[in-house]
């Protein structure tokens, strides 16, 4: 994680300027946070926790990512896959969710690919028996 970029963002979000968020936590100038923020420094534990005492917000949530919002585009773009999907079908893609929503993103993207890779198989196994059928 880029602390700099992290602690910018925190801080653009508080509606703040550097000068205003180095007052609130008691540092003498903003030059301080300035090389905080382009990684000119590095911050210390005590360091971020003052930042965000400043910017009202728990440590534990300096190093938390925010989810990124769907679209409604996207949304109605699932709808409509998930409206042509048997029951059975949309009960299993709600357990796959239940499973993968705390997963990090790069596990999730090799159960995806896992699948993807099956569903090529099925197909390829699928095309070998028609030819096989038409061939004779």
């Keep these: 994680m880029d602390y700099g970029k992290r602690i910018k963002e925190l801080r653009n979000k508080a509606g703040l300027t550097q000068a205003q968020l180095a007052e609130i936590i008691g540092f003498r100038t903003p030059f301080y ?9 590095d911050a210390g534990l005590s360091v971020l926790s003052k930042i965000c005492n400043g910017l009202n917000i728990e440590l534990s949530d300096f190093f938390k990512k925010e ?64 030819t096989r059928r038409t061939s004779k």
Aim: a positive charge; charged letters at 40%.
């Design 33 to 41: 946070l300035s090389q905080l923020e382009t990684g000119k420094r």
């Design 67 to 130: 989810k990124q919002k769907v679209t409604k585009f996207e949304q109605i773009l699932i709808q409509d896959l998930l409206e042509e999907m048997s029951k059975e079908k949309l009960e299993l893609v709600r357990e796959y969710i239940e499973t993968v929503k705390d997963m990090d993103i790069e596990t999730v993207k090799v159960t995806l690919l896992s699948a993807q890779k099956e569903k090529l198989w099925i197909e390829r196994s699928r095309r070998k028996k028609q």
